[in-house]
């Protein structure tokens, strides 16, 4: 098998995963994991061989942008303190923590190579997070915090591990050239992602078609992450600055072709590329095997120290963190999302599991130093950092289902429908604002009048059923009823219509083009 068939391997099992995850009630990066081990095992599949300067580049920004499309600004805002207590002082306590535990018991290892290992540990993966926590049904306000952690965390983590690098490199280091390297790549991402962003505005404005649109999203985050790093600033930052930017200003309500089509785009991004990456993971284990030839078990020891020093002083940082946030959120009316009891702060915790950020980070460790000696402890750092990945992705997330179904955390399916409803509401008398609007310029007669305001009532009826008063509730029921029997009539109609044109498109004489062009307009009209 070489290169090429084993990337083909990786997509078809990132597809198949998703509904076998599905059935097992497992998250598909878990199982994609799994898969990777198994690959690794096989004799006849190679070794990667994608140079480690590459994954960070190829595979972060893609993923980050898509996970970005669900939240916005005003959720990032509000979440503002929970966040940097996960995302940035979280991070450093782990690091100092790994740091310590780490050139204490590993012979030889420096202190600067040991806070490079717990940087590129210290960051749970955003992907992770958002593919696990968004398919259990976990409350929307856990799911933005840990959304929040995992955009944010990876920022941090980048900066301190590049500055503990070049310590263990260049044999010094310096505080002030450290805290303002963080200062300056912070400034010129954020420069770099809200340009880029003002950028993509107008010229996505400009080109119009839904096709060319969604081209120039794909592109648009690897623009900002390449243009930041060559710049000296965070690839990653710039990344989520230019897509929060972008969700906030882009928005078109009347782009319905464009939304639907770059919704459908980017979840099949988001799907092919997180299986990929959580595949990679799992064949890594070439490598991590490689390096403890002859010292196993001492090793295995290091990587359980470590795996337990991670897990752990995240809960000891989340207990007292989310006792704070509850005690300002009370003092001070904050539009935040915190956890509101001690399970959703365990499953919090229970969630924080390492990806494909530690992996890229573990390979990039350089070979050498400046002085032409083996960096040291690199194979010691690698092995380590895939024991805590393993321990932490694997048994963390095929038990996080188990425990928040053990522990009862569940959406609060009230609050979503009562905010479904307040939308609904608001949908029908907007339509209705804009019917009478109408009708105050234009003559329209009292059939038409009637008719258009019953559909304008219908827009939030669809939505939400509720808003029918009692009396009408059963009326609105079997007209709903009527309603949708008329779609699934007319749905059988526009099928055999459809049915009917493909079929010409084997027939002599025929031109697939018009038939893609009559195909299209089917399609459109099955739509509405």
Known sequence: ??????????????????????????????????????????????????????????????????????????????????????????????????????????????????????????????????????????????????EGEGLFNDVTAIVLYHVAIAAAVSGTFSWP???????????????????????????MSLLGDATLQIGLSLLVPFVAYVLAEELHGSGVLAVLTIALFLATHTADADNVMGRLAGNSFWEVIDTLVTGVAFGLIGLELHNAFGAATGRGWEMLGWGAAVVAV???????????????????????????????????????????????????????????????????????????????????????????????????VRADTNAEHELEHALAVRAAKAAKGRLKEIERVEELPEEISERLMRAAADIGLRISPDLADDERREWVAKRVDRIKTVQRIQREMMSAARHEVLSARNEPGSDPEIVDRVLRHLDVRSMH
């Open 177 to 203: 050239s450290a805290v303002g390297s963080l200062v300056l790549s912070a400034v010129v991402a954020v420069v770099v992602g809200l340009a880029l962003g003002w950028l993509t505005n107008k010229l």
């Open 1 to 146: 098998m070489d290169q090429l068939a084993l990337l083909i391997v990786l997509l078809l099992g990132a597809v198949l995963t998703v509904p076998l995850g599905d059935r097992l009630g497992l998250p598909s990066p878990v199982l994609m994991t799994i898969v990777g081990v198994i690959l690794a095992l096989l004799p006849f599949v190679p070794n990667v061989q994608v140079p480690p300067e590459f994954i960070l580049p190829l595979l972060l920004p893609p993923l980050l942008y898509a996970a970005v499309q669900r939240t916005s600004w005003r959720q990032f805002t509000a979440n503002l303190r929970p966040i940097f207590l996960l995302a940035v002082a979280l991070v450093f306590v782990t690091t100092a923590a790994v740091a310590a535990v780490a050139n204490s018991i590993v012979p030889g290892l420096p202190i600067a190579a040991a806070i490079a290992l717990g940087a590129l540990v210290a960051p749970p993966d955003p992907v992770a997070a958002t593919a696990v926590a968004g398919s259990l049904g976990l409350p929307r306000r856990l799911v933005s915090i840990l």
């Open 310 to 408: 991670v897990v752990f002083v995240r809960l000891l940082w989340l207990l007292p963190a989310t006792w704070l946030a509850k005690r300002m959120h009370k003092l001070r009316d904050y539009d935040e999302e915190i956890p509101t009891s001690w399970r959703e702060t365990v499953v919090m915790w229970w969630a924080g599991m390492r990806g494909v950020a530690s992996v890229a980070l573990a390979l990039a460790i350089p070979l050498e130093t400046d002085s032409g000696e083996p960096f040291p402890g690199r194979e010691e750092i690698i092995f380590i950092a895939f024991a805590v990945i393993m321990a932490t992705l694997v048994v963390q997330g095929l038990t996080l289902p188990w425990l928040v179904k053990r522990l009862g």
